[in-house]
């Protein structure tokens, strides 16, 4: 279970005065379960999840992965929380290098972490993870430029995948793509959760999108939870003015 358990996160703006970018921010992503994080631009999204990544440390309150703080975590275990817990960002393209090719993206996490022994069975399993991600993997050779957006997302979740991951973290990971190839990346996180059993916190500022993937929802509005529900509460029933706003602003809301 990842748990964010009352952060709280400000930073000093030019002339002295203080911005709280966070307030006291709680949630759990249970084993196999997909939490959608949703808030517009500001609300304090990626200021908690650099936190999550442990990229940031919050000035109170503490983030636990199976009720370990990960700030205590020395090296060798920070290494395998990074292994365990993968980021999944908006533009694959920032997080790809693209002189490497597919077969050197996907597999550099298999060398690192001494999961495999051989270079055939490094090749072996980059083809495994390609064909589950729904790539063709006579492309093994091909650099990422020449992928389309969609497809270099498939091989940035092939990549977080590599190192026997359980928590994805994905960070706005559809916006930046047409509607049908969306719902093809959507689709393909659901099948991915279901098989493999994945737990996936999904951050979003579409609560349509959420509404597909995740079971439950939870809200953040400068900085603070302002609501927290199943989804289907979230939508039949929404509490906080913010998250009625969000509802009547999606088409037909």
Same mark, same amino acid.
């Given at each position: 279970? $990842?748990?964010? @358990?009352?952060?709280?996160?400000?930073?000093?703006?030019?002339?002295?005065?203080?911005?709280?970018?966070? @307030?006291?921010?709680?949630?759990?992503?249970?084993?196999?379960?997909?939490?959608?994080?949703?808030?517009?631009?500001?609300?304090?999204?990626?200021?908690?999840?650099?936190?999550?990544?442990?990229? %940031? =440390? *919050?000035?109170?309150? !503490?983030?636990?992965? %199976?009720?370990?703080?990960?700030?205590?975590?020395?090296?060798?275990? #920070?290494?395998?929380?990074?292994?365990?817990?993968?980021? /999944?960002?908006?533009? *694959?393209?920032?997080? $790809?290098?693209?002189?490497?090719?597919?077969?050197?993206?996907?597999?550099?996490?298999?060398?690192?972490?001494?999961?495999?022994?051989?270079?055939?069975?490094?090749?072996?399993?980059?083809?495994?993870?390609?064909?589950?991600?729904? #790539? @063709?993997?006579?492309?093994?050779?091909?650099?990422?430029?020449?992928?389309?957006?969609?497809?270099?997302?498939?091989?940035?979740?092939?990549?977080?995948?590599?190192?026997?991951? @359980? /928590?994805?973290?994905?960070?706005?990971?559809?916006?930046?793509? %047409?509607?049908?190839?969306?719902?093809? /990346? $959507?689709?393909?996180? =659901?099948?991915?959760? %279901?098989?493999?059993?994945?737990?996936?916190?999904?951050?979003?500022?579409?609560?349509?999108?959420?509404?597909? $993937? !995740?079971?439950?929802?939870?809200?953040?509005?400068?900085?603070?939870?302002?609501?927290?529900?199943?989804?289907?509460?979230?939508?039949?029933? *929404?509490?906080?003015?913010?998250?009625?706003?969000?509802?009547?602003?999606? *088409?037909?809301?």
């Amino acid at each position: 279970m $990842l748990t964010v @358990d009352g952060v709280s996160r400000q930073f000093r703006k030019l002339g002295g005065a203080t911005h709280k970018a966070l @307030d006291e921010v709680s949630l759990e992503v249970n084993d196999g379960e997909a939490v959608g994080l949703v808030g517009e631009s500001g609300s304090g999204k990626t200021t908690l999840l650099r936190c999550v990544m442990r990229l %940031d =440390k *919050p000035d109170s309150g !503490c983030v636990r992965l %199976d009720g370990r703080d990960i700030r205590d975590m020395r090296r060798k275990d #920070l290494a395998v929380y990074r292994q365990r817990v993968q980021m /999944i960002f908006q533009d *694959p393209r920032g997080s $790809l290098n693209p002189r490497q090719t597919v077969e050197d993206l996907i597999g550099e996490g298999l060398a690192i972490h001494h999961l495999v022994k051989t270079a055939s069975e490094r090749r072996w399993r980059v083809v495994e993870l390609m064909e589950l991600v729904g #790539l @063709d993997s006579r492309d093994l050779k091909r650099h990422i430029g020449s992928f389309s957006g969609g497809q270099q997302q498939r091989v940035a979740i092939a990549r977080a995948l590599a190192v026997k991951s @359980d /928590i994805l973290v994905c960070d706005e990971p559809t916006s930046a793509l %047409d509607v049908s190839v969306q719902a093809q /990346i $959507l689709n393909l996180l =659901k099948t991915l959760q %279901d098989r493999l059993g994945l737990s996936i916190l999904f951050v979003s500022h579409d609560l349509a999108v959420v509404r597909y $993937l !995740c079971k439950r929802v939870y809200v953040l509005h400068n900085g603070r939870v302002v609501e927290t529900g199943s989804t289907d509460q979230i939508f039949s029933a *929404p509490k906080d003015e913010y998250t009625q706003e969000l509802l009547e602003a999606l *088409p037909g809301g």
